[in-house]
């Protein structure tokens, strides 16, 4: 475990990383928390919002980073965490730098889960509200699709969760049911897609948001593809 520190935020907040062994999306070599740890460079610590602190928010935020050639965070999705918390974390983790791994054999391209934990400290825990994450819900309003620019008649669909930005844009997107070989077409169609964001009262805030993405039906185009090569 590779403790990121204490977050002086008033209320105090402190924040844990570690890598778990698992088959990837992408088949690419997962590294255990060991090894990935001894790779970072340079690790920005999550900052804890403010409108999580206020709504008594914290737990688990889990994600999944892709490190390239260079030690660059390519890639990162969220797994699972509360959505104030998600925004938070993939921002700070796209910053991270890693030497490059010397993977034998394999590419030197890596992913690893990396979780962050968000926790607060209050001296009036009797004033803490018993389901925060709850109460919070109630008082959202949820983001909703504006525009997608896409034809919605096709035999095919991916559901996919949505993290919405405050500014109405998909931050992240995850699919919902088994993983397949559509989803990356999916996640670039899902990015070009307006949001009208989800508010707590009048501020925007980050949300999921489930939607179907309409997608061509791979049978026919595979065979279509196939077709044209003979």
Do not use: C
Not at 56 to 74: E, F, P
Not at 93 to 112: M, N, S
């Amino acid at each position: 475990m590779v403790a990121l520190g204490a977050l002086s935020l008033g209320i105090a907040g402190t924040a844990t990383v570690w890598a778990q062994s698992r088959v990837t999306e992408n088949a690419l070599p997962l590294l255990a928390a060991k090894k990935a740890h001894k790779l970072l460079i340079s690790q920005p610590v999550p900052e804890y919002p403010a409108v999580a602190r206020i709504n008594y928010i914290q737990g688990l935020v889990r994600l999944l980073a892709t490190v390239n050639l260079s030690g660059d965070v390519t890639e990162a999705h969220v797994v699972k965490g509360h959505p104030f918390l998600a925004a938070s974390a993939l921002k700070a983790v796209q910053h991270w730098l890693f030497r490059p791994a010397k993977l034998r054999p394999g590419p030197p391209e890596f992913q690893t889960y990396v979780d962050v934990h968000f926790s607060l400290r209050s001296r009036k825990v009797t004033e803490v509200p018993s389901e925060p994450e709850r109460d919070l819900s109630r008082q959202v309003r949820p983001p909703e699709i504006v525009e997608s620019g896409l034809d919605r008649n096709t035999a095919s669909v991916i559901r996919m969760r949505v993290l919405v930005s405050p500014e109405g844009r998909a931050l992240d997107s995850q699919p919902l049911d088994e993983i397949d070989r559509r989803v990356e077409g999916a996640r670039r169609t899902v990015a070009t897609w307006n949001f009208r964001p989800a508010r707590w009262g009048a501020m925007p805030v980050p949300w999921y948001l489930e939607v179907e993405v309409p997608l061509p039906d791979w049978p026919e185009v595979q065979r279509a593809a196939g077709s044209a090569g003979h």
